[in-house]
């Protein structure tokens, strides 16, 4: 009996390394379930972001929505309704030129946006672009584009377009350089991120806190 321990012993000792790692992850234990998550995390990291990045040409293939700036509280007639004296006025945008962008119903805070390069975009697109180097805040800001010649965007959500002297963080969205665009918005995935926002959300002020108020 104890040679037939010993036996067992000796064949658990030569069992496969891999096979006793994939064996610890199946196991319900909390030690386990660190293992794997730092697991996945590298593996988004490391090997799907650079894979994401090859396939579409963006050096931000994956973007998570963090503010209300294109957010739309109501049905796109309404919205427009509501927002038309901008675009007509200052833009010459029309009601049907509107209707044909993509992401005509903006975008809401905690959508994950699949990117595409952003050569060649186009008024109308919504894009990823880094803040001019005067800005305070560095974080990559996405709007959609209302004039191709300056380059110039606009938050859908936002009462007029980012300025220097109109907005706390310095960020001027009225003449973006070809070398600040990072991505092109292409393929929208409703609230997923809210999976990144919810840890970070009790860290920002009062009224910019979870989700957008109509």
């Excluded at 390394?17 to 697991?39: C, G, M, N, Y």
């Excluded at 007509?88 to 699949?114: A, M, R, T, V, W």
Aim: glycine share 4%; charged share 25%; hydrophobic share 35%.
């Amino acid at each position: 009996m104890h040679q037939e321990h010993h036996k067992h012993h000796i064949s658990h000792k030569k069992e496969n390394p891999i096979k006793r790692f994939w064996h610890f992850l199946s196991e319900d234990t909390w030690q386990a379930w660190i293992v794997s998550l730092v697991i996945i995390i590298i593996c988004i990291k490391f090997i799907l972001f650079p894979l994401l990045s090859l396939i579409t040409g963006s050096s931000l293939p994956l973007v998570v929505v963090e503010s209300c700036s294109m957010y739309h509280s109501t049905e796109f007639e309404s919205w427009w309704n509501s927002n038309e004296g901008w675009y007509k006025d200052y833009k010459n945008i029309s009601k049907k030129e509107f209707k044909d962008y993509h992401f005509k119903n903006g975008l809401n805070k905690g959508d994950i946006i699949l990117t595409l390069s952003p050569k060649n975009v186009k008024k109308g697109d919504i894009v990823i672009f880094n803040p001019n180097a005067e800005a305070k805040s560095k974080y990559p800001i996405i709007h959609r584009i209302v004039s191709e010649n300056p380059l110039e965007t606009k938050g859908d959500n936002n009462n007029d377009q980012l300025r220097g002297y109109n907005n706390l963080a310095n960020v001027d969205e009225t003449n973006i350089q070809e070398s600040q665009l990072v991505s092109r918005a292409a393929v929208r995935i409703p609230y997923l991120g809210w999976a990144k926002l919810i840890f970070f959300e009790p860290m920002k002020p009062a009224d910019q806190r979870w989700a957008c108020k109509p």
